[in-house]
């Protein structure tokens, strides 16, 4: 199998990892050599505290000589699967999925790692709408069992058991929904990370507090403010319009606080600042 991801961000970075852990060729692009090598330096990372903690089977020098770094997308002539991870923008991701239709064989599947962008619509910008599909990795992508695989409306059967086939080849474990804004994941999450933002607007308690009580008090892994910054604010405020303009419902409203954070160019731990400083 050839393994194509497109961005090498957190979540692009990640997906090429596992892919290639599991044994894929893999080749990555992003626009700009120092992202690729920002990408490579985060995925080299993770594999020494992979091979660190026993849990790699090869070193961590085998698994990068499978992955090709690449800013050329006619790398992805031949493969059989390209997951695109770049920036949560449906008019970004509809263009970058014209430009793949007429590069990858015409047997190759398209998948997008969107959050919450309509599968359906990204489908038909591709050109091919029957191989076309939703495969929603979870952040960090090395650790998190779940890929949510998301049909839209023309995509095949074939298209979704081979999708299947490699999330358990990449030791995941799919599961199945249909195209909805922010699908399951996302529209049952992203209105509890929102209202935990609102909490801080209206001065509710500190952020600190927030996530001390929802760990502490629901057994959650990181509190909803931590988990936003992980996530990305950028991200974050992307999702809650999707599902905001998509669903028609002002509970899905995004916090006037987070817009002002994003503005602001507080996007959590990636730019270095968000509730919390990194
Ligand atoms: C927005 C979307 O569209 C969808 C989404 O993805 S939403 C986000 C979904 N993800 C979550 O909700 C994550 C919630 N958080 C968690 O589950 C956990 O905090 C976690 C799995 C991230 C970390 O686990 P944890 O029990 O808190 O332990 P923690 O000690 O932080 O990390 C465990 C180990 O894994 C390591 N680790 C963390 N990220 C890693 C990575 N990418 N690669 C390799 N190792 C990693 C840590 O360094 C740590 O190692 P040590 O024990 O040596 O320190
Ligand atoms: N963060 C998360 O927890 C999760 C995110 N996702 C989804 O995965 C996708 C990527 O998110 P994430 O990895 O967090 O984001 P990042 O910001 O870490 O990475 C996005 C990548 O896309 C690149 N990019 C930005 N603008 C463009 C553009 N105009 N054309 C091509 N590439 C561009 C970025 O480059 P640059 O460095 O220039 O910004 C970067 O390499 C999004 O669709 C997101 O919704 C899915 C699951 C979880």
Redo the contacts with the bound molecule.
Sequence with gaps: MKFGVIGAGQ?GG?IA?VAAQSGFDVVVHDVKDEFLSRGRA?IE???A??H??GRLTETPAEVLGRIKFTTDLQDFADCDLVVEAIVENEAIKAQLFRQLGEIVKPEGILASN???IPITSLATASGRPEKFIGM?????????QLVEVIRGYSTSDETAQKVTEAARAMGKTPVECNDYPGFV??RI??PMLNEAIQCVMEGVAEPEAIDQIMKLGMN???GPLT?AD??GLD??LA?MEVLHQGLGDDKYRPSPLLRKMVQAGLLGRKSGRGFYSY
């Design positions: 979540m990640g990892q985060t990372k993770s594999l505290k992979l660190e903690k969107t959050s919450s929603h990795f979870m952040n960090p992508v090395p650790l998190m994941s996302n999450l992203m959650h892994p990181m988990l992980f996530i991200t974050c999702i």
